[in-house]
Every structure is written in C-alpha cells, then in structure tokens.
C-alpha cells in the first residue's frame, strides 16, 4: 500500500473526521467564551471593585521612550483568560457528565437475552423428548 493510499484511508476515518469537526468547534466556542468574559462579566466585575478596566491592568517594567514602546506584564489580560479557562472547563465537565451519565443510563437497563430461533426451539424439545 503506498503512502498517499494509507494517508487517505488514515484521513478518511470517522474518528479523525470527528475530531476535526470537534476541534473547529472547539475554537469557535473558545472565542465566544473570551468574548463573553471579556465583553460581559469583566466590566461589571471591574465596576464593583471600582471602575477597573481589567484588560489595561499592567505592571511597567520599563516606561516607555520616543523610540520603544513600554515593557510591561499584562496581568489584567492574564485575569481574563483565567476567567475564560474556568468557564470553559466547567462547560466541558458539564458536557462530558452529560455524556457519562447517558452511558449509565445504558448500562444500567440491559436489553432482554435474544428469544432463540425456531430451530433452537425445536432441537431444545428434541433433547427434552430423547432425555425422557
């Protein structure tokens, strides 16, 4: 089998199609998240701590001068993508207890034994008839 065959059987699988589609999602999602703690929940969290815009919350390092722009750690951004983190991972533990509760659900009612065929039937009331 040359590569580009093995490539395409490899490429072609339901699981990697899955995961692809899993991953674009999973990047759309990241971005309304951001944009939710970013544009929502920071400002009136900035507001009650007293009016702290917590995207420009910075520590200068060095100031800056006509030629160089100011070194600084940006922990307010920092702040935010933490924030962005929690509600993600907590979306995905909901998602992903969802998921293992609906395999509990399974599991737990299993289906009743197959009803034999009518010539397991028959050779069961054979076997009855020759024991006796």
């Known amino acids: 089998m040359s590569m580009l065959q093995e490539f395409k059987t490899f490429a072609v699988k339901g699981n990697v199609m899955d995961m692809a589609v899993g991953i674009i999602i ?29 995207s420009k919350l ?3 390092l060095k100031a800056a001068t006509d030629s160089t722009a100011a070194i600084t750690i940006n922990y307010g951004k920092f702040i935010q993508t933490l924030v962005d983190f929690t ?5 995905i533990f909901m998602v992903v207890k969802a998921m293992n ?32």
Do not use: H
Request: glycine share 8%.
């Open 101 to 132: 509760s609906l395999k509990k659900k399974e599991e737990a009612a299993p289906s009743a034994p197959p009803q034999p065929s009518e010539e397991q039937k028959l050779l069961a009331e054979i076997r009855d008839l020759l024991k006796k």
């Open 87 to 91: 509600i993600i991972a907590f979306a």
């Open 58 to 60: 910075a520590y200068t």
């Open 26 to 54: 999973g990047a759309a999602f990241g971005k309304i998240v951001s944009s939710f703690v970013s544009d929502v929940i920071m400002p009136p969290i900035g507001l009650i701590i007293g009016g702290v815009n917590f």
